[in-house]
């Protein structure tokens, strides 16, 4: 029975027997109130029992080093966190629970950086022939200049790309040999930081019913678990930092306890990021081959064969002479190496300020 249920009932039986039964009740007997004052001022549970003045729950007030009042708290997703408001099932204007403080929990452990790896590199033979017309590879004003082309990934094996005639044939500049360098192997990208939403937080707010007293002086006023909103807990927060503080369990405590323990850090985030990946030359690689251009389409009869250096160079072939075919070799193929870095995490994190809850427990 809450108190006004209490009140208006033994204030509708003292109207109707007089004076009497205030005598029998009590009334009067107790200094400094009168009946209608103590009715109105007594809550009476279910089973008989007196709460004083509270309407909630009385709980110990032996909160050690924790602040001196309970709060209401909410635990879960920073994306889904309620206002104060939301705390009471229903609203109650002149007693809105207020912010007090919002907490975070330690963020979960980064799933760390993938390994960073290099492709190894590589010597290129040239990727064909330059022809022109004119002496010395001149592809000036009246001269002509036809492609000689390899196909991609050219191993050295004979090609004919085309016919080139005599008129045609004046000289041919040759591509130069190529070092191919090492490059970093893409792999997933890592998270970087919390998963979307997945930031837990505590929000902690003031019950607003104020302090009401409780018959015990040791005790303290709290909301009634049936009045909070879903979600929401009845909870004590340490005023200290450190991990040494343990939810109160003194022997005399006979009511219910803040046994459930919480911990949360006034300032915990982590943005750490994974460095990028990187190659970097450890040895040079050494690249020379010798390519052969022939008349015939079967690399048969044979034009010339010159020693490609890494900057190319320019060849002029016999007169009358045409081109049918080209194969290569090589002379040095000694790729280098390179070492990877990188795909390190950064010390963009941060988790101060430790904070404990204790709770009651749910159905208490």
Same mark, same amino acid.
């Given at each position: ?7 208006? %009932?033994?204030?509708?039986? =003292?109207? @109707?027997?007089? &004076?009497?039964?205030? #005598? *029998? !009740? /009590?009334?009067?007997?107790? $200094? +400094? ?83 960073? %790896?290099?492709?190894?590199? =590589?010597? @290129?033979?040239? &990727?064909?022939?330059? #022809? *022109? !017309? /004119?002496?010395?590879?001149? $592809? +000036? ?88 909103? =879903? ?10 930092? /450190? ?122």
């Amino acid at each position: 029975m809450r108190r006004w249920e209490a009140g208006r %009932a033994l204030a509708a039986l =003292a109207s @109707a027997i007089g &004076a009497a039964v205030a #005598v *029998a !009740s /009590g009334c009067g007997a107790i $200094d +400094g109130y009168d009946c209608d004052e103590y009715l109105e001022c007594d809550v009476i549970n279910e089973d008989g029992t007196s709460n004083g003045g509270c309407e909630g729950t009385c709980v110990d007030a032996t909160f050690g080093s924790f602040v001196q009042k309970p709060l209401l708290v909410w635990m879960g997703p920073e994306w889904g966190s309620p206002p104060c408001g939301a705390a009471l099932r229903k609203a109650r204007p002149e007693a809105l629970p207020v912010r007090f403080d919002v907490l975070h929990a330690e963020p979960e452990p980064h799933p760390g950086c993938g390994p960073c %790896a290099c492709t190894p590199p =590589a010597c @290129a033979l040239p &990727a064909g022939l330059s #022809v *022109a !017309s /004119g002496y010395m590879c001149d $592809d +000036g004003p009246g001269e002509t200049v036809t492609p000689f082309e390899a196909p991609a990934g050219w191993d050295g094996s004979c090609v004919a790309p085309g016919a080139v005639p005599p008129a045609a044939f004046g000289s041919f500049a040759l591509a130069p040999v190529t070092e191919r360098p090492c490059e970093v192997v893409a792999a997933p990208v890592p998270r970087e930081g919390e998963l979307p939403g997945d930031a837990k937080v505590a929000v902690v707010c003031e019950d607003g019913l104020g302090m009401t007293p409780c018959p015990n002086g040791n005790e303290q006023c709290v909301v009634a678990e049936a009045e909070l909103a =879903a979600g929401w807990r009845r909870c004590i927060l340490s005023e200290v930092d /450190g991990d040494y503080i343990e939810c109160p369990a003194f022997e005399d405590i006979t009511g219910p306890r803040f046994s459930e323990k919480f911990t949360f850090w006034k300032v915990a985030y982590d943005h750490r990021k994974c460095t990028p990946c990187a190659c970097t030359e450890t040895a040079p690689s050494q690249c020379e081959a010798i390519v052969s251009t022939f008349e015939d389409a079967a690399c048969g009869d044979l034009v010339a064969s010159v020693a490609v250096p890494e900057n190319g160079s320019c060849i002029k072939p016999e007169p009358g002479s045409t081109l049918g075919s080209m194969s290569a070799a090589w002379r040095v193929n000694a790729p280098g190496s390179c070492a990877p870095s990188g795909g390190e995490l950064d010390d963009d994190r941060r988790v101060e300020g430790r904070r404990t809850l204790c709770c009651l427990p749910e159905g208490t």
